[in-house]
C-alpha cells in the first residue's frame, strides 16, 4: 500500500493514517533527507526484531537508530553534555545520525547496546509522523540495488519491491542514494566514523 503525502505540506488525514498503522505495531518505508528508511515504533519490540531481521542487524552488535522530532526528544533518551547539545543544534535537522550513550528511558533491544543512533531529519513528513505519534520511529535505511538504483529512490518501485514485506510505503517523492554523516559522541571527543551527504559545523 503506497500513502502518497505532500513533501512541503503534509496532509493531517494521511500522516495520521501512517500513525494508525505504527500504533498498530505496523512497519513503513518512509522518506528521510538521505534514502528511503524502514520504520516502525521504537516501542513496538516485535516490529523492531522484524526490521532487524529484514536488514540482518544484530541489535546486541550495532547501534539502532532512530528519529526525533526535536533535540528536546533526543534528551528523553539519550545523555546529552553541554558540548554535544552545541553540536546537535549547529547541525539538526539535518543529514547525520549521532551516536549517544543511551539513558533509561530506551526500550529494552535498543539498551543491549548501549549506544543509540539519533536523527532528525530535515524532511518535514517524517517530522509530523514523529511529532503525531509522540515517540521515536527505528530508523534503519531500505537496501540499494547497485544495479538499479531506482529501486531505492522511486517510491512506485519501492512499493514494487519491498511493499509486501511492510506495511505501507509513504510516497514523499523521489528520494536520493545519499547516506547520512555519522558522528560520535560517545567520547569527549567527538568522531566522524562515516562522512555522508551532511557537513559537521
Known amino acids: 500500500m503506497i500513502i502518497k503525502i505532500h513533501p512541503q505540506n503534509p496532509q493531517e488525514k494521511e500522516i495520521k493514517r501512517v500513525v494508525d498503522i505504527l500504533e498498530n505495531g505496523g512497519i513503513i518505508i518512509y522518506p528521510t533527507d538521505t534514502l528511503y ?7 513496538d519490540q516485535k516490529a523492531v526484531n522484524k526490521i532487524c531481521q529484514l536488514k540482518q542487524i544484530d541489535p546486541k552488535k550495532v547501534p539502532l ?9 533526543i534528551s528523553e533518551y539519550a545523555k546529552i553534555s553541554n558540548d554535544t547539545f552545541a553540536l546537535l543544534k549547529n547541525n539538526l535537522p539535518g543529514a547525520f545520525t549521532f551516536l549517544l550513550q543511551g539513558n533509561t528511558n530506551l526500550p529494552r533491544l535498543f539498551k543491549e547496546k548501549k549506544t543509540v543512533g539519533v536523527r532528525i531529519p530535515d524532511n518535514k513528513i517524517v517530522k509530523k509522523i514523529v511529532e503525531t505519534l509522540n515517540h521515536p520511529i527505528l530508523s534503519t535505511s531500505i537496501f540499494i540495488d547497485e544495479d538499479d538504483t531506482e529501486y531505492a529512490t522511486n517510491p512506485d518501485l519501492i512499493d514494487e519491491k519491498y511493499g ?4 505501507c510505503v509513504v510516497d514523499g ?8 554523516t555519522i558522528v560520535d559522541c560517545t567520547e569527549d571527543s567527538f568522531e ?4 555522508g551527504k551532511g557537513i559537521l559545523k
Not at 65 to 73: A, E, L, M, N, Q
Not at 173 to 180: E, Q, R
Open 65 to 73: 537508530s532512530f528519529v526525533c522530532s526535536t533535540i528536546s526528544h
Open 173 to 180: 517523492g523521489y528520494g536520493t542514494l545519499d547516506v547520512s
Open 37 to 43: 528508511a524502514f520504520g516502525c515504533s521504537i516501542f
Open 192 to 195: 566522524i566514523i562515516r562522512q
Open 164 to 167: 509486501h514485506l511492510v506495511d
